[in-house]
Each structure stands twice: as C-alpha cells, then as structure tokens.
C-alpha cells in the first residue's frame, strides 16, 4: 500500500482522514490518499496569496525554477512511472513517456517570451497596455492523463507569475502528490500546492473566495457545474471538456498505410483520451477492407496489467467507465450493429475490457452519438461525402477531428468544413506545448498551451499616463 501527503506551502501535509485508491489491474486498494478539510484547503489558498507578489515580480527566477523543476521531474519519471500505472493503468512505459513528455511543458513555458506592453502615443497622453498574471488559480484535472494535463495548467500559470492550488482526480491522486513534493525542492513556497480528497473538495476549491481563475479538465455536466459555481464570484474559467472526435477517411487513403495509425488514435490508453477518435466515416467501397485491418489490429493486442512490459494496453482506470463502455457495445449490438472484434469484457477484478470494433452501425446509435472513452470503436460506411462532413459535424461536441487521404490539399479543404477546435490531417500527434488546444460548442471554453494558453492566466491591464504640466 502506498501512502501519500499533500503540498502545502512547501510542506509535506496529512489530511484530515484518508481514502482508498484502487489499482484497476485488481479492482482492489493499492494505496491512500489525504483528505484535504476545508481549513487545509484555507492554508493552501492562503499560501499562494503570499507566494503571489513575489513569485510575479521576478520573471527570471521563475524560468531557472521551472527549468530546475523539468529537470526534477525527468529524473524522478522512473520511480513514479510504475507509481502512475498502479493507480491509473496504462503500460509503464507510457506512464514514464507521460511524465517525461510533461517535463518539456515546462521548459516550454520557461523559454516562451511573455507579451510585451503595447504603447500608444496620443497628443495628450501615452497609453501602454500589458498583461498582468490573474492571481489565485485554482485547477481540477481529470483521471485519464493526470500528470500531462495538470502540467498543462501548471506550467502557463507558474510562467506568467501566478501561483497555484491544484486538485487531482480523486481516482488518481498518488502520482500528482508524489511529482509535488518532487517539484517542491524547486520552487518556493506556496507557489505550487497540490490537495485531495473526495466531494465536495472539488465544489470548496471553485467556490473559495481567493482564486481568480478556475482551469478545469474533465467531463461536460461536471465543467457546467464548475462554469455554473464560479458565475457566482465572476471568476476566470478555461473548461477542456468531451469530445466525440470523427475520423473521415477520404476514397482516395491507402488502408494499409492508416489502418494502424487509425487504430493507435482510437485505443491508446484503452481509449481514454479526450480527443482520441472515437468514431470512423469512411466510403462504402473501402469499408469492408478498414473493419478488417482494424479488427486484426484489435485481436492482436495484448491487454493486461500495465506492470507487463509485454502488455500494449491496460484496464479502464474506474469501473463505472469499464460499465458504460460494456453497456454501450451491447446497446449498439441491441440496435443491429456487427462486434466485428473484442465486445466482452474479461474474467478477473480487473476493469479490464477487450479492444472492440463495430461495424454495421449508424448514427443515432448511442456508441456513435456519445464519447464513449474507452476501447470500442464504431466504423460507419458512407456514400456521399458532404454527408460524412454533415453528420460528423451533427453533435455538439467539437473538441477535435482527423482527415485521412493521399491527396493533402483535398484533405485540407475537408478539414476546413469540420467544426472542431483540432483537426489533423494524416497524423496522430500529441498536440504540442506550441499550439493551442481548446475545443468549440460543448466540448470548452478558452484553450491551453502556446502563448494563447499562457495568456488565460493573465489581466490586461492599461496605464495612462498625462503630460506632465509645465
């Protein structure tokens, strides 16, 4: 059993209680994590208020901490990796791909230029505006990718001089705790507090009066709920939320060349990423040859204990979505579609569940209409292009989508037609600390990464300054 502390004003911290973290290999606890009361969550807040004024004021201090504190967080990705995989799930060596990934958002962010001041001279004054940090944010970040999206966050903040309190997913607390202390020997108090618990620690943090800023990644009813409770103090929020990304593959794409691409962008991590594809438009004519590649691609992956080195992909991180995904297959299954591979899920504790492909499926289906976040992918034969585009666009998520064809210029001008914060063209990239990330319609508000994402944690501010009298 692994035991954790919380981060609080650069001090290793108890709750107020524990609560049991499961490992979804075995469905049984492998660890506690701190319940964070409400006066804890006061020192916190109260923490990074102090740190707040100098922390913003010394811009270079904070590029060689946040460098010192990539550095860190390389070094530890061994020792946390299996860490991340116990509670989380996926393989190990993406648990440390993960963690190192994560390290380059800081570095990023340490290097990235902040906005200079803008002037204007006019007759009678100069008016210079800039950007100042926001204050207080307060961060909630999701289960699925829980070290990469909470640096997403933490990274911008801490480079435009804000200070932090940030709150794990209760699901997978002890990897976030742990990267805490790990980055505590870099940055100074009070600057970087990370807290857990249970409900309603989430509903405390949003509605505590000293945060300016709400960062929130996590499912839609959850994200209006957070939009709903910060309204009240009129505070900042950037909400990633759902997507139900589509995948169009145009009749002109070479199966053999994106079968396994496709495959990798629907089921990395058993599924559970917010823009992985979840649903396949592809032509009559090439539909039966994409099943099958991706059917054969299905059977033969090995699923099992991430701690497997040999294992490709891991268990469902929670139980309720190993359900959900098992009732949404036996519903698509109910309404007529094909489980083309996989469909059941396995024997044992594990919140394990076989990689599945469906086919003869439609829209109006729930495993087409909803974001299924998890290992089963429908694919949807199409006769009329502008149609895929139409029905591909018809929900109201629009976080991001994907375009597969030989001929890049046509694949530009599909992608142009999709309403989606992201689209790709031929690749499944991460996205990059460069660019930003945000989607449209239900799936957010504001975006992360690049400086579009560092601005969010900033104030305009305008300075007018008179002629002076004579």
């Not at 001089?161 to 020997?185: E, H």
């Not at 794409?253 to 594809?277: K, V, Y």
């Not at 990330?437 to 799936?443: A, E, L, P, T, Y």
């Not at 504001?446 to 008179?466: A, F, K, M, Q, S």
Request: with cysteine; glycine share 10%; aromatic share 6%.
């Amino acid at each position: 059993m692994t035991d954790s502390v919380m981060t609080i004003d650069g001090e290793a911290v108890t709750g107020d209680g524990t609560f049991d973290v499961i490992d979804p290999a075995t469905g049984t606890p492998m660890g506690s994590a701190p319940q964070c009361s409400p006066a804890q969550l006061d020192l916190a807040m109260q923490a990074a208020q102090r740190a707040l004024q100098p922390w913003s004021s010394d811009h270079e201090s904070r590029r060689k901490a946040m460098r010192e504190a990539a550095e860190l967080m390389r070094r530890s990705a061994p020792e946390l990796g299996p860490l991340f995989t116990r509670e989380q799930g996926r393989p190990v060596a993406m648990a440390v791909g993960e963690i190192m990934i994560s390290a380059g958002w800081l570095d990023y962010y340490a290097d990235l230029e902040l906005p200079e001041p803008t002037v204007q001279s006019l007759p009678d004054r100069t008016i210079e505006v800039s950007r100042r940090p926001v204050g207080v944010v307060a961060a909630i970040t999701p289960w699925n990718a829980p070290i990469l999206l909470a640096i997403w966050k933490i990274a911008p903040a801490l480079a435009v001089g804000a200070t932090m309190v940030l709150k794990p997913s209760p699901y997978t607390p002890l990897t976030t705790l742990a990267l805490a202390q790990v980055l505590s020997a870099a940055l100074p108090p009070g600057v970087l507090n990370v807290v857990s618990g249970l409900e309603p620690l989430g509903q405390q943090l949003v509605s505590h009066p000293t945060p300016r800023k709400i960062s929130f990644t996590g499912s839609i009813p959850t994200g209006k709920a957070v939009a709903v409770a910060a309204a009240h103090d009129l505070k900042r929020v950037t909400l990633e939320l759902g997507g139900n990304d589509a995948a169009i593959v145009l009749d002109d794409a070479d199966i053999d060349r994106i079968a396994e691409p496709l495959f990798g962008s629907a089921f990395a991590n058993s599924g559970q990423i917010c823009e992985a594809t979840k649903r396949v438009y592809v032509p009559e004519r090439l539909y039966g040859r994409l099943v099958d590649a991706l059917a054969d691609l299905a059977r033969s992956t090995r699923v099992g204990p991430g701690l497997d080195p040999e294992v490709k992909l891991g268990p469902l991180t929670t139980d309720f979505q190993r359900d959900r995904i098992e009732e949404l297959v036996q519903d698509a299954q109910a309404a007529g579609a094909t489980i083309v591979a996989g469909g059941h899920r396995l024997p044992g504790d594990g919140y394990f569940f076989e990689p599945t492909i469906i086919g003869d499926v439609q829209d109006g289906t729930r495993i087409v209409d909803e974001e299924q976040f998890g290992p089963a992918l429908p694919v949807i034969a199409y006769q009329d292009l502008d149609e895929a585009i139409e029905r591909a666009n018809a929900t109201m998520y629009g976080l991001g989508a994907s375009v597969l064809s030989s001929d890049v210029d046509r694949a530009r001008t599909v992608a142009s037609r999709l309403v989606a914060g992201r689209v790709k063209i031929n690749t499944g990239g991460l996205p990059s600390p460069a660019a930003p990330f945000g989607g449209v319609k239900w799936s957010g508000v504001g975006v992360e990464n690049g400086p579009w994402g560092l601005e969010e944690y900033t104030d305009l501010h305008v300075t007018e300054v008179g002629v002076a009298p004579r």
